[in-house]
């Protein structure tokens, strides 16, 4: 069948030895073909100094628009420029059939195979993305004049909680987006106070200034959802007099997948994915949703948590639910739960060796939360730390039997906290004097294991004094 | 790089993308002004007429000096106006 003369795109680089080994081809190649034949170099144009009509690839732009992942890559084209096939690497046999040229590279070695393209260099696909891939990223530029200090840009326009950012360049923002299935423009929700919709890039813009790696996005997305929950109440939270500001705990193999802490120091400093995931969603809140300190922010004293309040839960007991768990996840599931609360109260017990000791001694600290003498006001998270937690297992108990235990040390008698009573005007309404309490309301005391080895400490994170359905309840998102 | 640097704006994009002026005074009854001569011959001149403007509106006024014109002014003088202050006027007429 007579066909038209194919021409060829030949694309290689110089640092690779095959690309090396077949110059001699490339001559050959140039003497049957002519101007048929086009060499595209990669990285030095130097290269292949036997064919002088070699064009430069150095911007990858040819490489990248024909998805090159190995050279020697050998493409035939159709007269369009479009791709007809393709060979890669050095087969003698194959280069000879895919030419027609029945003595190509005679005297070299039957096979080698190639290297990797530039294109596929690490990091340098979003490079490429970003110069000749179609425009995902819809967010306002901001142009820096050439006098600022990028660092010092963010800070003034507004986008810093105080501490420094990470700028979020396009490719930063790309590379963020990269983590995630979901499409750059989707709409993942309303962001109060100002309820301006929310896309997954203005997410991962945020995700980039709080100092997020690209594979702790998902973490990040998922809390957001979370915290646009109806249950959660986020605008409520934001506009709040009280301390409390999202606590963010993570559950499931992604917390071993991506390093989160919840051991040693599980609260504190020092873990780049506690620290930023947390971060970003504080970040979205304050520069998407305009929940700014002073504006719409209206704490009296706030609490350090609102940087970042992020942490995972020490699942290292197989026999001990999970908060995920209790929240009725499984225990392979990635969930990340979000709960309105304030900072840290530390429980110290040194004492107790059996669980009935140990559980009065976590219910009186317990009856601390918001105030001695307000109950059902603010739901609570207890967080037991592994000696604490072994207490419990020597004597038997079950998850399940502290909590019923706590319930039952937290059940008080009306005349013990009316107002008024013990000479104290703060506490519950009168109408209560002949009633019998519970400290919290129904599914408002959480309890999650985290926290080093060493320490027969444990703590409790307070929560908003409008907990509840009238406020905020703890919402959880699996991912 | 050598064009300017681009970041993605991370708001809502609600206000536009340039600095935004501080808000500026409704009044300036009761508010104090500081006046800041640069240190240009004739300054004190010229301020002392805005001094008399000012305080017919029934402003307070705050004199303050650059130690010269050739130079930014010191960090601490900018602090002093800033928690003196509810509105500065920088004399730069020669």
Redesign the interface.
């Known amino acids: 069948m007579p066909a038209a003369t194919p021409s060829y795109a030949l694309i290689v680089k110089k640092d690779c030895p095959t690309c090396a080994l077949i110059e001699p081809v490339i001559a050959q190649l140039a003497a049957r073909f002519a101007s048929a034949l086009s060499v595209y170099v990669q990285d030095d144009h130097s290269f292949p100094a036997s064919f002088p009509e070699r064009i430069d690839d150095t911007s990858l732009a040819y490489s990248y628009a024909h998805n090159i992942e190995i050279v020697p890559t050998l493409l035939r084209l159709h007269a369009d420029g479009t791709e007809q096939a393709r060979i890669v690497g050095w087969d003698k046999k194959q280069w000879q059939q895919f030419t027609g040229v029945a003595d190509l590279g005679q005297k070299l070695v039957a096979f080698k195979p190639g290297c990797g393209s530039k294109t596929l260099d690490p990091g340098m696909e979003t490079v490429l993305a970003l110069q000749f891939g179609p425009q995902l990223l819809k967010a306002r530029a901001v142009a820096l004049a050439d006098a600022e200090d990028i660092m010092e840009a963010c800070f003034e326009r507004g986008w810093s909680d105080g501490l420094p950012v990470v700028p979020p360049t396009p490719l930063r923002v790309l590379r963020m987006l990269r983590a995630t299935t979901r499409t750059a423009d989707e709409i993942i929700g309303r962001v109060p106070p100002d309820n301006v919709p929310c896309s997954v890039e203005k997410v991962a813009i945020n995700a980039v200034l709080a100092g997020c790696k690209p594979e702790y996005f998902p973490t990040v997305l998922a809390s957001v959802t979370a915290a646009l929950q109806d249950r959660f109440c986020l605008h409520g939270l934001l506009c709040t007099t009280y301390f409390s500001s999202p606590v963010l705990i993570v559950n499931g193999p992604v917390t071993r997948q991506i390093g989160m802490n919840g051991g040693v120091n599980a609260l504190g400093q020092g873990n780049r994915a506690n620290a930023t995931i947390g971060r970003a969603l504080q970040l979205l809140v304050r520069n998407v949703g305009g929940g700014i300190p002073g504006g719409i922010d209206r704490a009296t004293l706030g609490n350090p948590g609102k940087y970042t309040y992020c942490f995972a839960e020490d699942e290292s007991d197989s026999d001990w639910p999970s908060l995920a768990m209790d929240r009725g996840f499984e225990r392979d599931d990635s969930v990340v739960s979000l709960f309105a609360g304030d900072g840290l109260q530390g429980v110290v017990d040194q004492q107790s060796r059996s669980p009935e000791s140990l559980a009065k001694s976590l219910a009186l600290s317990l009856r601390t939360v918001a105030h001695h003498k307000l109950f059902a006001m603010a739901d609570a998270i207890l967080i037991i730390s592994p000696e604490h937690r072994r207490v419990f297992r020597q004597g038997g108990w079950t998850k399940a039997n502290v909590r019923d235990a706590l319930y039952s040390e937290l059940m008080i008698a009306g005349t013990e906290i009316v107002r008024g009573a013990h000479g104290i005007a703060e506490g519950m309404p009168e109408k209560f004097r002949d009633k019998i309490l519970n400290k919290f309301r129904d599914d408002g005391l959480h309890i999650v294991s985290a926290g080093g080895k060493a320490g027969l400490f444990s703590a409790v994170i307070g929560g908003w004094v409008a907990s509840g359905e009238r406020g905020s309840q703890l919402v959880s998102q699996k991912f | 790089m050598s064009a300017?640097?681009?970041?993605?704006?991370?708001?809502?994009?609600?206000v536009a993308?340039e600095?935004q002026l501080l808000p500026r005074l409704s009044s300036l009854a009761g508010k104090t002004v500081g006046l800041l001569d640069i240190s240009k011959p004739r300054g004190k001149e010229f301020l002392d007429e805005v001094e008399q403007a000012l305080l017919a509106l029934g402003a307070k006024v705050k004199r303050y000096a650059k130690p010269t014109f050739t130079r930014i002014a010191p960090l601490e003088l900018n602090q002093r106006i800033s928690s003196e202050c509810d509105a500065v006027i920088e004399g730069l007429a020669d």
């Open positions: 300017s640097t681009i970041l993605l704006d991370p708001t809502s994009e609600l993308a600095r």
